[in-house]
T-cell receptor, first 112, second 108 residues
Framework: ETGVTQTPRHLVMGMTNKKSLKCEQH?????MYWYKQSAKKPLELMFVYSLEERVENNSVPSRFSPECPNSSHLFLHLHTLQPEDSALYLC???????????FGSGTQLSVL | GQQVMQIPQYQHVQEGEDFTTYCNSS?????IQWYKQRPGGHPVFLIQ?????EVKKQKRLTFQFGEAKKNSSLHITATQTTDVGTYFC????????FGAGTRLTVKP
């Protein structure tokens, strides 16, 4: 147990659905991240929140919408996704920016 | 922008053989981190290197940071089946970039 909890573990959704991924960290960290992990690709940083403010948005399509209501919780809202968005979505937290990351178990997303 | 290249992409070894993965950055790094991801699991932090030329050891694992702080390596001595997984480097310089990872398989 890393102290970072992600739900759900698995998600299957159609292209017209709206769903949300949830992440909670119990480590008292100040930064939280969303990463996308696809087959044959490096881990891709999607969003970073430091002290609840978004500090990086790596040209992620608007069909992905993050929300960080407080320093312990992070959401990723999904709508009108494409099949190529199917991947493992990992949440992570760290004490400070670019310090060692603690990952959650991830959400395996399949878009049909 | 900063790029982190990692080789090889795959490595299959016989149990007891050594294994090395290499990481190269296009820019000088402030630090480099290494992670291990077991099959079906999530990345787990192994170590962070900060100083030029730094060498750190964890049992059979040896981590090195180059003098120019642009490259790094992870060496495993006498691999065991428990070493199976994908090893990622992540270089930091204003932001953190992950290498593509090296997938290690070990034949008993």
């Amino acid at each position: 147990e890393t102290g970072v909890t992600q739900t759900p573990r698995h998600l299957v959704m159609g292209m017209t659905n709206k769903k949300s991924l949830k992440c909670e960290q119990h480590l008292g960290h100040n930064a939280m991240y969303w990463y996308k992990q696809s087959a044959k690709k490096p881990l891709e940083l999607m969003f970073v929140y430091s002290l609840e403010e978004r500090v990086e948005n790596n040209s992620v399509p608007s069909r992905f919408s993050p929300e960080c209501p407080n320093s312990s919780h992070l959401f990723l809202h999904l709508h009108t996704l494409q099949p190529e968005d199917s991947a493992l979505y990992l949440c992570a937290s760290s004490q400070g920016w670019s310090e060692k990351l603690f990952f959650g178990s991830g959400t395996q997303l399949s878009v049909l | 922008g900063q790029q982190v290249m990692q080789i090889p992409q795959y490595q299959h070894v016989q149990e007891g053989e050594d294994f090395t993965t290499y990481c190269n950055s296009s820019t000088t790094l402030s630090n480099i981190q290494w992670y291990k991801q077991r099959p079906g699991g999530h990345p787990v932090f192994l170590i962070q290197l900060v100083k030029s030329g730094e060498v750190k050891k964890q049992k059979r694992l040896t981590f090195q940071f180059g003098e120019a702080k642009k490259n790094s390596s992870l060496h495993i001595t006498a691999t065991q089946t428990t070493d199976v997984g994908t090893y990622f480097c992540a270089g930091s310089n204003n932001d953190m970039r992950f290498g593509a990872g090296t997938r290690l398989t070990v034949k008993p």
